[in-house]
Each structure stands twice: as structure tokens, then as C-alpha cells.
């Protein structure tokens, strides 16, 4: 294949020049005098990106799934009861999760395209004057149907109600992408890794912790060693850590971090909406579906376009990888075949968005799909150019 593929799936996503090389060095000793010189700064720095100034993030090797796993098995025991909710292929692995940790999972099993139910949750957290309920569980940003649920909505109820459940929250495709407020929105664990917002290859789960619950820690019986919070806490407290970190991938974050320093955050959170909007705008151009539910609940990190029933989604995926090297983002679970996604998250401007939907299009022309050539790659640049100033540049 000549010429650039084109990543868009929601992680991994382009990975800026700056941070490959800023990690194009050679590897270090991670137990040298000078290395808290990089590290202390990086890990107040990186709190930043999460909005928190009270609690702490730690770095782990390891992927978005192993920040699910140290929520768990740092703050919890065995029998826990936790409030959960399963929408799309995220959600529901969370919820399995919790179970093979043996918690006592209540869940709500909504319909794919669904968010987070603030209703139940609220009836059923109102219900436990006990206070049985030890965490409530959110997928911020369910990637699999490109829904974005409201975290804020869950702290409210909770302190309605004065119930002292901790807040764990899916954050993997959210955080550094849009809003995402760990203090404000009193979130106890938020879970993020680097291959999505944060531009960065895979290996790295950040995950934010509040103090509460890091004091949930002194009192669960710990089910894991090497994701220990406290461990991570005591060598981080004096710039090191307890094992082999990453180093060079550390390296990366610090680039990507003051990447989006230098954008601004709300700048970053802006350019993701307006990137976003004209992704929406296409997919109706085309005539097609947003698999979310309401427009109170599309995701500005990805969109899963639903295709015509009895189409199957997957010739279209196939088909703009194969012929054009454009990669989708597949239906997952439940909607396989019934879904692509387009992921628009990261290190990306207006003409990376049209290249993708540029793609799409063709692809669907290839399929037979029904639709009007440059209807939806033109509907996005109406969007794009309605604005006095593009966001791309102005980042510079
Ligand atoms: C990607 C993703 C995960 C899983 O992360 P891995 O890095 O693949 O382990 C979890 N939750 C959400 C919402 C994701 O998008």
C-alpha cells in the first residue's frame, strides 16, 4: 500500500511526532539520584490532566483493563457490594470484572446505546440506608457505542443522599479528551490509559486516586500486589517506584502532557466537540444512525454509525482497510456487524477527520451502500469552515 493508513479507531491514535521523540532516548536507571528530577514533576503535573489537585496519579505498566483491575482489588474485598450498569462492550467487561473478583454485583443491564441510569441508581442507592453499597461504578465514555454518561449526575446523587460509596470511573477514553473533572465531580478512582487521549503507545494505565480512597485501602483485604496502591504511594513519595517503571514511556507522557498544556485543556476539550460535530453532521448527510441513544449522550471521542438493518457493517470495515488502509472501529458484543465507529480522538485536526470520512465514503460506495458521493465529507466541512477561526492552527 502506498501512502499514510489511516488510524481511525478510538485507541490507538496518532501518536504526535513530539512524543516519539521524546522517547527516542536511551534507556535509563530508574533508581538514579537525579530521576525524582523527571518524576516528582510528572506526577503533579500529570493531575492536572484529571483536574485534581487533592487527590494523586499513579502510573502503572500495564493497560486501561489493569486500571480496572487496581480499582478493585485496592479499594475492595471480597463480598463488596458495588452498583454497576452495563451499556456496550466497556461497561458490561467492568461488571465481569467485578464478579470474577467475587463482589456482589447489582447491576442494571440497559440497552446498547444507553449511559449510565441515574433514575436507578438513584432508587437503589436511596434504598441502601445501610450503606452495603461500597463503590458505584461509571463508564464515562462507552466506546463501543460512543456514549458519554454524566459522572457529575452520579456525585450529586450520592451526596443527596449522604450515602459514602466510593465513585470509580471508566475514564480510559474520556480523560484528555473531553471534560473530565476528578475533584468536582468527587470521583474516588479514574481510570485512563495511554493509548487513547493521551497519544501515547500502549503500556501505561494512569489512575486517579482521592484520598478517600486511598484510607479505603487501609481497610480492604488487597487481592494484588503489584497494582498496590500504597506501595506506588510510599516509592512515589520520594520520586521512585516500587518495581521497573516504564521509563520511556514516561518520557512520552511528559511530552503529551505539555502538548496539551501548551493547547490549553479546555482548548483540547473544544477541538474534540467541534471535531466531533462534524463527524455527526456526516453520519447524517449519509442517512445513517448514531447507535447513542439521545444527542445528550453522543460521545465527542467516537461515534458508532448504525448502518441499515440487515447490512452488514463489517463489509464496509473490511472494505475501506482493505482497498483504501483506513482503519475502523469494528461493532463489539452486541452490535457487531450492526456498527463502525470512527474514533476522532487525540492528536487529529479537520482534514484527518475528512481523510476518514473520506475513506468511509468510499468504502461504502464500494459495498453498494446508498448514498450521495461528498454528502457527508461535505456536510463535515460545512461545519468545520462555519467558524471564524480554525481550531487547528490556533493551537499552534
Ligand atoms: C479501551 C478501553 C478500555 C480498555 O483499555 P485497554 O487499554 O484496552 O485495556 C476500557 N474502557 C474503555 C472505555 C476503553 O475505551
Not at 537525579?34 to 514533576?41: A, N, Q
Request: proline share 4%.
Amino acid at each position: 500500500m502506498i501512502g499514510y493508513k489511516t488510524l481511525a479507531v478510538p485507541g490507538p491514535t496518532n501518536m504526535p511526532f513530539e512524543i516519539r521523540q521524546a522517547m527516542d532516548v536511551a534507556l535509563e536507571d530508574h533508581r538514579a539520584p537525579d530521576f525524582p528530577e523527571f518524576t516528582k514533576p510528572l506526577l503533579e503535573d500529570v493531575k492536572s490532566i484529571f483536574r485534581t489537585t487533592e487527590g494523586r496519579v499513579f502510573l502503572f505498566p500495564g493497560s486501561g483493563t489493569g486500571g480496572w483491575e487496581a480499582a478493585i482489588t485496592n479499594c475492595l474485598s471480597p463480598a463488596d457490594t458495588v452498583l454497576t450498569s452495563s451499556f456496550g462492550q466497556f461497561s458490561g467487561l467492568w461488571v465481569e470484572m467485578c464478579s470474577r473478583f467475587r463482589l456482589n454485583v447489582l447491576n442494571y443491564d440497559l440497552d446498547w446505546g444507553e449511559g449510565v441510569p441515574l433514575d436507578l441508581y438513584r432508587r437503589r442507592l436511596e434504598a441502601d440506608k445501610h450503606h452495603e453499597i461500597k463503590a458505584v461504578l461509571g463508564c464515562h465514555n462507552e466506546t463501543a457505542t460512543g456514549v458519554t454518561s454524566d459522572i457529575a449526575g452520579i456525585r450529586e446523587i450520592l451526596d443527596d443522599l449522604g450515602h459514602p460509596a466510593l465513585l470509580f470511573v471508566d475514564g480510559v477514553s474520556s480523560i484528555g479528551s473531553i471534560e473530565f473533572c476528578m475533584d468536582a465531580w468527587g470521583v474516588d478512582v479514574a481510570v485512563a490509559g495511554s493509548q487513547k487521549g493521551f497519544m501515547m503507545p500502549t503500556g501505561m494505565t494512569l489512575i486517579g486516586v482521592s484520598q478517600k480512597a486511598m484510607a479505603a485501602c487501609e481497610k480492604a483485604l488487597h487481592s494484588s500486589c503489584y497494582f498496590d496502591f500504597r506501595d506506588m504511594a510510599k516509592a512515589n513519595d520520594q520520586g521512585y517506584f516500587p518495581y521497573t517503571p516504564p521509563a520511556t514511556l514516561m518520557r512520552g507522557l511528559r511530552a503529551s502532557i505539555d502538548m496539551m498544556h501548551r493547547e490549553g485543556l479546555d482548548n483540547v476539550h473544544a477541538r474534540h466537540k467541534h471535531l466531533a460535530e462534524g463527524v455527526r453532521a456526516a453520519t447524517r448527510a449519509w442517512g445513517l444512525g448514531n447507535c447513542a441513544r439521545r444527542s445528550t449522550l453522543y460521545s465527542d471521542t467516537v461515534t458508532a454509525v448504525v448502518v441499515e438493518p440487515g447490512f452488514d457493517a463489517n463489509r464496509i470495515i473490511q472494505a475501506a482497510y482493505h482497498n483504501y488502509g483506513v482503519s475502523l472501529g469494528a461493532g463489539l458484543g452486541k452490535v457487531a456487524g450492526k456498527v463502525f465507529r470512527i474514533g476522532h480522538l487525540g492528536w487529529l485536526n479537520e482534514p484527518m477527520v475528512l481523510q476518514a470520512l473520506g475513506g468511509v465514503e468510499l468504502a461504502m460506495r464500494d459495498c453498494g451502500v446508498n448514498f450521495t458521493a461528498g454528502s457527508g465529507v461535505g456536510a463535515a466541512i460545512e461545519h468545520y469552515t462555519d467558524r471564524r477561526e480554525p481550531l487547528s492552527l490556533a493551537a499552534e
